[in-house]
Structure formats: C-alpha cells, structure tokens
C-alpha cells in the first residue's frame, strides 16, 4: 500500500510531525513502513509557465519556438521539440539552472541558430513512472488542465512537494488498505482525531427507481448491492489534485468518472464500478452465479470462460461485470458516456478469490474484497463517489440508491479483563490506562469490574478474541514499554547440538581459508544435474512447480554453485571461490509415496587465481591441490577419525585425469577434481575445480573427544629416501608399506619429490620421502633407527620392488 503524506494530512492534523517521523512510529507500533519515497528528486527551478507564442523553428520541421511567461518582465524564449506544444498552454518550465529527477542540469543552449532559455518538461522528465503517466501526456509535454499563474512553483501543484510511504503490510491489516484506515492507525498511535469526508449531493427529483431495479439470487455471495444513477455527466480530463493523488497511489489517471471511482477505493478501501447506463442493455440488474462455460469480455479486452463457482453482474440476461474482480467491457465508461449507473456492492471473499485465482485476474478491486471490506462503508463509498461525480463531471443524481440489503453491519463483541491482559503482556496496567487506549483506537467499550467489553467497529476485521484485543492494547502502550522478564516455568539451559556446533565449524573454516558462503533453491532440472549424473531415479519430481527451472529436488550442489561462478563471470568477477552447505534429496525407483532421504552435503567452487600478491607480482590459479588442502583441512578441522584415502576416480561432468574419489575406512564420502572442459563451456567458465562431501557422513566419523600429546621432550630423527619404481605404483601405497613396519618409533611420513627423467631407466620414476623417528620416552640411538629403517626398506623391496636411489 502506496500512502501519500500530504493526501493523508487531508484526515488527520499531523502538520507537527515529519513523514520520516509518522513511518517510525507506524513501525513501532506494528504496521511496517518498508520504504520512503520522497516525490520531489532533488528538483530546483521548476515554474509553472504559460505558452504565450508557439511557431515553428525555420531551420527545422520538428522544432518549435515558444516565447513563455514564467512571471517576469518579458516572456523567455525555449525550443521544444514535443508534437503537443501549443500556444496558451499552462506548463511546467525548468529554468536555466535548474536540475531535473536523476541529476540532469539545464543550461543555455542554442539549437539550430535559436536561443533557448531552460526546457517545458514532460512529466517522466520530471520522475513519474511512464506506467502511471495519462495517455494523453505519454508523449510529449505536460500541460496543466487547468489555469495557472505563471512563474508559480510547479512542485506542489504536480505533487512534487509529496513524500510516499510504503507499507508492507501482514494480511490481518486489510484495514490498513485505504486512506481512512491509514488515518485511523495513525490517530491512535499520535492520539489524535479523524476528519472523515462528508459527501455533498444535490438531489434530484426523479428517483433511480424508475430507471433500474436491482435483484440478487446469489444472496449469500452478495448481501448488499446498491445503483446509483448519474444522468448528464461529462467525461474528461480530473482536476489536477485528483490525478496526482492517483499517481502517488500508484494508480494511472483515466477521466473523472474512472478516476473517482479509483480515488474512493483508496479513500475507504471500498471498490466501486461505473457502468454506462445506455450501453448496460436493460433496466435491470441481475446478480447471480455464473452458467458453467459462460463467456465474458473484460476490461482489458480478454474473452474469459466462467464457471458455476463464478459470481456476474448481469443485465438480466449477460455478464456485465466479474463480481468484485473486474468490469465488463460492453458497459465501459468511455468519452460519449453521459448516464451511468454506479455500483456500491458487498461480496463475500470466497467468490471473489475463486474467480481471481481461476482466471489469473487480480486487481486492486479483488486484493480488497478477498480480505474482507468495511459493512458499514459500502454505502457510504457510493455517496462520497456520487459526490465527486457531481462536483467534477457535473450530472444529475437520482434519489436512490436501489438497493438490495441483507448486510450485517452489527459490530463484533469481544471481552477482555485487565488480569489478562496483564498476565499475557507481563504488565502493570491499570485501568485508565487501558481505556485510554481503546479511545485511541476508537473502539467503543463498557468496563465493569476491570472488565472489558468491547464493540469492535467493522473497519477492523481481524479482531475477534481475546488475544487480539491484548495485540492492540501492547501496540497502543508500546513494544519498548513492555518489560523484558524470564519465563516463569522451569528451563534448561540452552546450547547448539553436535551437528549444529560442526555446521558452524565448517562454516568458519571455509570462510577462513577464503570461500564465500552461497545460498540456493533446493529445486532445480533434472537436465542441469544430468551433467553430473545420468541416475533419473534418484530424483524426486515436484507435483506443481512453480516453473521448468524449479521442477526436481536437487541431488548434487554443484549445478547452483556453477551458475553462481557464471553470474558473477559474466560480471567481470574472475575470481571466485563459493561453498555451500545444503540439503540434497534422493528417492528409491517408483517409490513414489515414501519420503525421499535428505541428505546435508556441504561443496565447493572455484575458478581464477587462488591468491595474488600484485607488489611482489606473485600469482596463484586454483588447482587440484588447493582444493585437495581445503578438504584436508576440514577434515581435520572436524576431527574426522579413520584411514583417509584419494582415489583416482572418473565421474560425469568431471576431468578424467584430475579428480579424485575420497574414502574414509573404505567408505565413499564425496569427491574433487577439476571440471571437465566440455561440462565448463556449458557454464561459459574457464577452468573450474570443484568439491562435493557428504557432510553428514563426515559428521557421524568424528572423534568426539579430543586427545592432547604434550610436546616431545627428546630429539627426532630423520631419515629421507629416494625411492626407484615402476611408474604404475602410487606413492599411497608405498606411503602404506613404510607405515605398516614403521612401528611405533615412525610418527611421519610425507612425499617431498617426484622425478621422472635423466639417469632413470624407461617406465620407472623416483618418489621421495621424509620418515621421522621418534621415541617419547628416551633418545633414540642410530643402532634403534637404523634398524627400523632397514625393515621399512626391505618391506619396500619386497612389497613394491622399491629400490633406492644411489
């Protein structure tokens, strides 16, 4: 909801109070202001002017020189291209010096031999959003509709001087969707009163009744329906006010009839229609249910398939009008319009929500009536609306309305003791304090005995127990007056779980060797997951996606995180490194009613340089081994317990000769390696080198309590060997062997080279290692090491063919 500042000022005497300070205290008080829209974007210099010669440019066809009087001695001269230029004119002129809406300055200028002295401006130069601009000034300049004095200030006739708060409303506060509601809140929270408009209508003799009767079948549906009828208006171009109310509000101005009609529905929250009463087709209003496969054209020139569930306004025999949702367009408001029949209806949410949703139709009208308007306004809207009518279309209102009335405008009753409201609120309220409160909230009420018994009036629809009375009176007071208490029932203290606390330590050690966290859907393709693997089974289908893009559950994170590298890719961010800890779904095949498995796996994505120190020009790309380290690291960080292992491993999407399978004690937990280059063009990605963990296995192997070693008192030795062997052996399992005779005396052992070359036979290559020796209760002999040494190399011999290196 669009809430203009000064239009709201027209209810409630708020002249005191800023409109940064009304959001503020709105918010406080339960009904957020999401935004603040100041109107006037930093315009100066703007003037009203008045066109008092227009001729065309002599050296060109599309230009034309305009001498304005903006107020001084001598009119000034300005070039204007727009079609709709034309002399005596009132329009907004933006002097020399001046600055328009997104910063533009005007200067002197001379356009094609011809001075031109500041700029006549259209109204999307002046910031309106060319959705809510009137057809009539969509191309071309803006001229007042009416007479101005020239070398005023245009701001504040165009509405300029305006600021427009945005709120976001919950959908209890239905009231809250009108002017007067708005006005309302914030007269109870400032504690002041509500001036509420009262229509002046002259009369007619001639009564409505005799021009149309009014029958309703579907009563239930439609407990009010009243007509009332204008004859001899005018249509045309409102009055300035009115249409920069309407685009403040958000809402495209039309002509005055439609504009009214509009401007009410803001005022009271009531949605009202004009038909053309001779176009109507009868005398007669019909509302009923409509016929299954009826057909109807509406407003926006769409023909419309109605079903029994549908609730028309029909002439008798055809639909005019979609009951709370739309008008028809046979009986459209149009500019030879001169009698109308004006329509002040209440209709039940259910209809009016089962037609918006089947024909995907939602407008201003329907969003208010599916949350329910005011009984007691319903009438009242078509007065004020006949009212303004009158005023700026002229015509004739006929004694009326005819109406059918079966409206229960009874108030709701609820009741409520201050012990309640103090025991829920943990207050001390007395009872002059929650009386003030209600006559803030102008509901009137009887207390007997701290007893509450309040009328609740109907513009306030959400309330209806206890509890919501006790939501008002905590609002009034004020959420920071309420004080801050423990519970009163006995309590554990709180702490994270041991899946919650390895969550959070995942989180940070990503983050702190440089990854940024990613957030997805958790829906996705079954063809962008294809890239990776080829097992439809495993996938779970949605019933009712909300698109193609959002169809299956996802069963890997990489798709997500390869488009997040893409996005940012194509946003000339090369260096990227994300993760992201999430939920992956998997099914059996044709178990369609069992609850698929969720699964927490945490990934990885990276592409670019690593790190880059530009003043010493040090650059590191991501390869197979950062992301190797990442994952060593974390699971150290998680304290993972077992025989870690990397297999060489091939997998779809990835490249065959750089990725790897990692086990722990022989069991799968995830994988890492590099994009293929055929998976990587598909994302438009250079070289992109990925991880995926099945976090919640990693979880389940962790050592729970940690063991502390105190620091070696006595010296280690080490001992380095360059080992010969064939090029298929893989230095795991020589690092294997060493361990498995190393016993208890060997702590480490680590590869430090690779040779393959020069002085090495064909087919063979030399693989070095670091082996330290220690004993924690002595210090070693060269007698202790070397034998242990020698077992380790004659278990290589034999085991591996491992011979040293001379």
């Not at 002059?432 to 009887?446: A, V, Y």
């Not at 990776?532 to 019933?543: L, Y």
């Amino acid at each position: 909801m669009l809430v203009s500042y000064k239009w709201l000022k027209e209810y409630i005497d708020i002249d005191e109070y800023s409109a940064k300070e009304v959001a503020e205290k709105l918010t406080r008080s339960g009904v957020e202001v999401d935004a603040i829209h100041p109107l006037n974007k930093e315009i100066t210099n703007l003037v009203v002017g008045k066109v008092v010669e227009c001729v065309k440019h002599p050296e060109a066809d599309k230009l034309n020189i305009c001498q304005v009087d903006v107020g001084e001695i001598k009119p000034v001269q300005i070039v204007c291209g727009a079609k709709n230029v034309g002399e005596g004119q009132y329009v907004a002129v933006a002097r020399v010096g001046a600055r328009l809406s997104g910063g533009m300055k005007i200067k002197r200028a001379k356009l094609r031999g011809e001075v031109s002295e500041g700029m006549i401006c259209s109204l999307q130069e002046l910031g309106f959003e060319g959705k809510l601009v009137p057809k009539k000034y969509s191309e071309g300049i803006f001229n007042f509709p009416q007479e101005m004095l020239a070398g005023e200030d245009a701001l504040s006739p165009l509405g300029l001087d305006d600021t427009i708060l945005e709120l976001d409303l919950t959908p209890n506060r239905s009231d809250c969707l009108s002017m007067l509601g708005v006005a309302y809140e914030v007269a109870a929270i400032l504690g002041v009163d509500v001036k509420v408009p009262e229509p002046a209508i002259v009369a007619s003799k001639e009564k409505a009744s005799d021009f149309v009767k009014v029958h309703v079948e579907a009563s239930g549906d439609n407990p009010y329906y009243g007509a009332t009828v204008i004859k001899g208006v005018k249509i045309g171009e409102s009055p300035l006010w009115l249409q920069t109310a309407l685009i403040a509000s958000g809402v495209r101005p039309i002509n005055n009839v439609v504009d009214v009609t509009n401007y009410v529905l803001l005022e009271y929250g009531q949605p009202l229609h004009a038909f053309d009463l001779d176009t109507f087709g009868s005398k007669e209003v019909l509302v009923r249910r409509a016929t299954e496969g009826e057909k109807i054209v509406t407003l926006d020139e769409s023909e419309r398939t109605l079903s029994g569930e549908h609730l028309v306004i029909t002439n008798g025999e055809d639909p005019v009008a979609l009951a709370g949702v739309m008008g028809g367009a046979t009986s459209e408001v149009n500019d030879d319009t001169v009698n109308l029949l004006l329509e002040a209806a209440y209709f039940d949410p259910g209809p009016v929500r089962k037609a918006s949703r089947d024909l995907g139709l939602r407008s201003d009208s329907s969003v208010r009536f599916e949350k329910g308007v005011d009984p007691n306004r319903v009438a009242a809207a078509g007065l004020r609306a006949a009212s303004l009518i009158q005023q700026l279309a002229g015509g004739e209102i006929l004694e009326g309305p005819v109406e059918f009335d079966q409206l229960n405008r009874e108030p709701r009753e609820v009741s409520i003791t201050l012990d309640k409201v103090n025991n829920t609120l943990g207050t001390q309220l007395e009872v002059e304090q929650i009386e003030r409160i209600f006559d803030q909230l102008q509901f009137p009420f009887k207390e007997n005995n701290a007893l509450f018994t309040v009328d609740v009036p109907t513009r306030r629809q959400d309330i209806s127990i206890e509890a919501d009375l006790v939501e008002e009176i905590a609002r009034l007071y004020g959420y920071d007056h309420i004080p801050t208490t423990l519970p009163n029932t006995p309590t554990t203290p709180g702490g994270l779980t041991t899946t919650q606390l390895k969550k959070r330590k995942t989180r940070r050690f990503l983050e702190g060797a440089g990854m940024h966290e990613a957030i997805s859907y958790s829906l996705t393709t079954a063809e962008k997951e294809a890239h990776f693997t080829e097992n439809v089974q495993s996938r779970v289908k949605v019933a009712l996606p909300m698109s193609e893009e959002r169809s299956t559950l996802r069963t890997t994170l990489l798709p997500h995180l390869l488009d997040a590298l893409s996005y940012n890719k194509n946003r000339n961010s090369y260096h990227v490194h994300l993760y992201e800890m999430g939920s992956v779904f998997h099914t059996e095949e044709n178990q369609v009613t069992v609850q698929p498995e969720e699964k927490t796996y945490v990934s990885g994505a990276f592409m670019g340089l690593w790190h880059e120190h530009s003043w010493q020009g040090e650059k590191k790309p991501v390869d197979f081994y950062v992301v190797k380290g990442i994952v060593e690291g974390l699971l150290s960080e998680l304290d993972v317990n077992g025989e870690i292992r990397y297999v060489q491993y091939e997998k779809a999407g990835l490249h065959p000769g750089r990725t790897a399978l990692l086990e722990i004690d022989g069991k799968e937990v995830g994988f890492l390696g590099q994009l293929h280059p055929s998976t990587a063009k598909e994302w438009s990605l250079p070289a992109t080198y990925v991880f995926e963990l099945n976090l919640q296995s990693l979880m389940e192997g962790t050592e729970e309590n940690l063991r502390y070693e105190a620091i070696p008192k006595y010296p280690a030795m080490d001992r380095d060997i360059a080992l010969v062997v064939d090029e298929s052996v893989k230095a795991e399992d020589l690092q294997r062997i060493i361990l498995n005779h190393g016993g208890k005396l060997l702590t480490r052992v680590a590869v430090f080279d690779l040779y393959q070359g020069e002085n090495l036979a064909p087919g063979k290559k030399s693989l070095a290692f670091s082996l330290r020796y220690l004993d924690r209760d002595k210090t070693l002999t060269e007698e202790e090491v070397s034998a242990v040494h020698e077992k380790v190399l004659l278990a290589l011999e034999e085991n591996a063919g491992a011979i040293l290196r001379s």
